[in-house]
C-alpha cells in the first residue's frame, strides 16, 4: 500500500475539506475538551480559514494574555514547531457567557454573524456542588444567548453543543433523542432572575425531583431549551459520557484537571482514599477525550452536510457496555500499575479499594479516613504546625459522596448514531477521524492514563519513578507494621480480659505469625 505523507492525507480528506475555508466560533475553549478540539482542528484541517475563541478576562487577565497563555500549553508543541504561523488563524473574542449578548461589542457581533458558518459550544459550569443560580445562569441562560446570536449568522451551517449522557439521570434508558426536562426552561430562567437565594435553596430538591445534582438538572433544561427554540437551526447535541485522558491524541496520557476518575486517582495513589461506594460490576462509563472530540467533529460535518433537516439531532458519545472495563476490573488494574509508576509524595501505602455495600463503605470511612485524619491533626497541634487533613478528607467525602451516585448504578446510553458515525467516511477520514471504540485495550490505556496523570498535572518525570518506588517500599512497610502492632495489641487484649482466650489463642497467634509470613514473602517478590 502507498503510504501517504500527512499533508496527502489532508488533501484527501473529506471531512477536513468541508472544513476548509470556514469560519469557526468555539466557546469554552480554554476547557480541557475545548483545548483538544483547537488543536484537532488546526492539525487535521489545516486549510481552517479562522478560529474564533470566545474568551473572557479571568482574574484581571486580558484575553489576549489568556491566548498566549493557551498555547503555551504542552499539547500545542507539535503543530507550533512546525507551523509557528498556525496561531494566526485563531481569533480572540472578547466576551463572556454570562453577560448580556453574550458581552460582544457591536464591531464583533457583526464580524461573528457575517463570517462564522460553523460554532462548537463547549462553555458549561461541569460542577456538582454548585447551587441552582450559577448553573442556570451559565448552561442554560448561556445556551440562550449563544442561540439568539446562531440566529444572526447568515451563513451559518451547524452548531454543536456539548451535553452529557447524564442529562437524564432518572431514566434507565437514554437513547439519541430529545427528552422533556421536568420543567419549562424559560420559567426557571424567570424563577432564578426573580427569586433570592434563600428562595432558590429551598425550592431546588423539589425541582431536581430525584436529579443527583443541579449540574444534570441545568443540562436536562438545556436540551429542553435547545429543541423549543432551536428548530430552524442546523443543530447537533452531542452527549460525552466521563471524558477521560487521551488515548492517542493530542499526547497519549494527556489529562487536565482533577475532576471525575483523575481527582480520585489521585486521592488513592497518595493513600488519602482508603475507600470507594461502587459496584465493581458496573460497566466504568468513561471515553477518551480524543475520541469524544472526533466524534463531535464528525458529527458537526454529517449534520452541517444534512440540508433540509429541520430537527435537532442528538449523538451518544459513549461506549457501549460490552465494550467497557467494569468499575473493578478498572480499578484494580490501576492499582497494579500506580506500584509500577508510584507518586514521589504519599501520605501512606495506597491499598484502598471499593465497597459494594454502603456500610461496610461507611465503615473505613470512619477508621480509615477520619480517625487516622484526626489523629494526625492531633499531632500537628501539638507541635504547632498547622491542621490540614481533617480538612482534606471533608472536601474528600463531599466529593465521593458525588460521584458515588454514577459509580453505584447501571447505566444504559445507546449509542447507534455515534457507531454508525463513520460509516460514509473514506478510510483515510477513518483513520484521521478516528471514533472506533470497540476494541480499546484498557489495560494500556489505564497504564497511559497514569503516566500522564504523574507527567502533566502532577509534573513527575520518569526519572523520579526510582525514588518513588523506595518510598512506596517504605510506606509498605510501615503500613504493615501499624496493622501487626494493631493486631498484636487486639490479641493481648483479648489474652488479658476474655475467659477462654488462652486455649484458642495459640491457634491465633500460629495463623497470624502465617500471615506475617506470607505477607513477606509477597513483599520480597514485589520490590
Not at 44 to 67: A, F, H, N, T
Request: hydrophobic share 40%; net charge positive.
Amino acid at each position: 500500500m502507498e503510504l501517504l505523507t500527512t499533508v496527502d492525507k489532508h488533501a484527501k480528506s473529506q471531512i477536513a475539506q468541508w472544513y476548509a475555508g470556514k469560519c469557526i466560533l468555539i466557546t469554552g475553549a480554554t476547557g480541557f475538551m475545548g483545548k483538544v478540539l483547537v488543536e484537532k482542528l488546526l492539525r487535521s484541517c489545516p486549510e481552517i480559514k479562522r478560529i474564533y475563541l470566545l474568551i473572557r478576562s479571568k482574574k484581571g487577565v486580558d484575553p489576549l494574555i489568556r491566548k498566549e497563555q493557551f498555547f503555551k500549553c504542552v499539547i500545542f508543541n507539535k503543530i507550533l514547531k512546525e507551523n509557528p504561523n498556525v496561531v494566526h488563524k485563531v481569533q480572540v473574542v472578547k466576551g463572556d457567557v454570562l453577560e448580556d449578548e453574550l458581552g460582544l461589542n457591536a464591531n464583533d457581533t457583526n464580524e461573528l454573524a457575517s463570517n462564522v458558518e460553523i460554532v462548537f459550544h463547549c462553555a458549561a459550569n461541569v460542577r456538582f456542588d454548585q447551587p441552582l443560580r450559577p448553573m442556570v445562569q451559565m448552561n442554560v441562560l448561556g445556551t440562550l444567548k449563544l442561540l439568539q446570536l446562531a440566529e444572526k449568522m447568515t451563513n451559518l451551517q451547524v452548531i454543536i453543543h456539548v451535553s452529557t449522557s447524564y442529562c437524564q439521570c432518572n431514566e434507565s434508558v437514554l437513547e439519541e433523542r430529545a427528552y422533556p426536562a421536568p420543567q419549562n426552561p424559560y420559567d426557571i430562567i424567570k424563577m432564578v432572575e426573580d427569586m433570592t437565594d434563600a428562595d432558590l435553596k429551598e425550592i431546588t430538591p423539589r425541582l431536581l425531583n430525584g436529579l443527583p445534582n443541579t449540574y444534570a438538572y441545568s443540562k436536562a433544561l438545556t436540551e429542553d431549551l435547545i429543541c423549543r427554540y432551536g428548530k430552524e437551526l442546523p443543530i447537533i447535541i452531542t452527549r460525552p459520557s466521563i471524558v477521560t485522558a487521551a488515548i492517542n491524541e493530542p499526547l497519549p496520557g494527556w489529562i487536565e484537571g482533577v475532576n471525575g476518575p483523575t481527582g480520585l486517582m489521585i486521592g488513592a495513589a497518595r493513600g488519602i482514599i482508603r475507600s470507594m461506594h461502587c459496584n465493581p460490576e458496573y460497566s466504568s462509563t468513561v471515553i477518551p477525550v480524543d475520541k469524544a472530540i472526533n466524534g463531535m467533529i464528525v458529527a458537526g460535518y454529517n449534520r452541517g452536510k444534512s440540508k433540509g433537516v429541520n430537527c435537532v439531532e442528538f449523538c451518544n458519545l459513549c461506549i457501549s457496555k460490552k465494550a467497557l472495563f467494569s468499575w473493578g476490573e478498572s480499578i484494580e488494574t490501576g492499582k497494579r500499575f500506580f506500584y509500577e509508576y508510584p507518586l514521589s509524595y504519599a501520605l501512606w501505602y495506597p491499598d484502598g479499594s471499593i465497597k459494594k455495600n454502603y456500610y461496610h463503605h461507611l465503615f473505613c470511612v470512619i477508621f480509615f479516613h477520619y480517625l487516622p485524619a484526626y489523629l494526625i491533626d492531633f499531632f500537628l497541634l501539638l507541635f504547632g504546625r498547622k491542621q490540614f487533613l481533617v480538612h482534606v478528607q471533608k472536601k474528600i467525602s463531599t466529593g465521593l459522596k458525588l460521584l458515588q451516585y454514577y459509580t453505584t448504578k447501571d447505566w444504559d446510553f445507546r449509542n447507534e448514531k455515534f457507531q454508525r458515525l463513520s460509516d460514509n467516511l473514506n478510510q483515510i477520514d477513518q483513520d484521521i477521524f478516528d471514533t472506533s471504540v470497540s476494541q480499546v485495550n484498557w489495560e494500556q490505556y489505564i497504564r497511559g492514563y497514569i503516566i500522564g496523570m504523574r507527567t502533566y498535572i502532577l509534573g513527575e518525570s520518569v526519572e523520579t519513578i526510582p525514588k518513588a518506588k523506595k518510598v512506596l517500599r517504605r510506606l509498605y512497610i510501615l503500613d504493615r507494621a501499624t496493622k501487626y502492632t494493631i493486631c498484636l495489641l487486639l490479641f493481648w487484649f483479648l489474652w488479658a480480659h476474655l475467659e477462654g482466650f488462652v486455649e484458642r489463642s495459640d491457634a491465633i497467634i500460629r495463623s497470624s505469625l502465617y500471615i506475617i509470613y506470607k505477607d513477606y514473602n509477597k513483599t520480597v517478590n514485589t520490590f
